[in-house]
C-alpha cells in the first residue's frame, strides 16, 4: 500500500482490521472508546504519523506513536502493532510476552520510553544476528 498510496494513510476498515487482530477479544470492550475515530481522523492521523522522517529513529518513533495514541482507544501497544504491521522490517509488535522475552520481567503497561527501549534492543538483536550470519558465510 506504501508505494501505491501518496500520502500513505489508512483507513477506518484497514485500522480497525489491525486493532482486532491486536486486541483479539479486548476489540469489542473497547468499542465505545474508539467509535468517535471516523474515517477522516484515522486517515489524517496515520498519514500525519507516517510523514514524519528522521534521521533519528528514537525521534521517529515518539512522534509517530503519539500521533496515533491520540486517537481514542489507542494505547502504545496498539501504536506499536499498526507501525510494525505497516513498516515490519523497522518496527516490532509490543506486548507483555514479548517484553518478558526480551527484558526476563513481566510487564503490563508500556509507555513510548518502553517502546524505545524495546525496539532498541530488538534492533541490537537484529545487527548482531545479521553479522553472525555474515561472520558465517564469509
Not at 505497516?86 to 503497561?109: I, N
Request: charged residues 30%.
Amino acid at each position: 500500500m506504501r508505494q501505491i498510496r501518496k500520502g500513505f494513510h489508512l483507513t477506518k476498515v484497514e485500522f480497525d482490521e489491525i486493532l482486532r487482530w491486536k486486541l483479539g477479544d479486548l476489540f469489542s470492550r473497547q468499542e465505545k472508546l474508539r467509535a468517535s475515530n471516523t474515517n477522516d481522523a484515522i486517515r489524517f492521523t496515520t498519514r500525519a504519523a507516517f510523514a514524519i522522517e528522521s534521521g533519528d529513529f528514537d525521534y521517529e518513533l515518539e512522534v509517530r506513536v503519539g500521533l496515533l495514541t491520540a486517537l481514542p482507544g489507542v494505547g502504545v501497544p496498539v501504536a506499536a502493532a499498526v507501525l510494525a504491521i505497516c513498516e515490519p522490517r523497522r518496527y516490532a509488535v509490543l506486548d507483555s510476552t514479548s517484553w518478558e522475552q526480551l527484558f526476563g520481567k513481566p510487564k503490563r503497561s508500556f509507555t513510548i520510553n518502553d517502546y524505545k527501549k524495546f525496539m532498541q534492543l530488538v534492533h541490537r538483536l537484529a545487527a548482531n544476528a545479521y553479522a553472525d550470519r555474515v561472520a558465517k558465510a564469509g
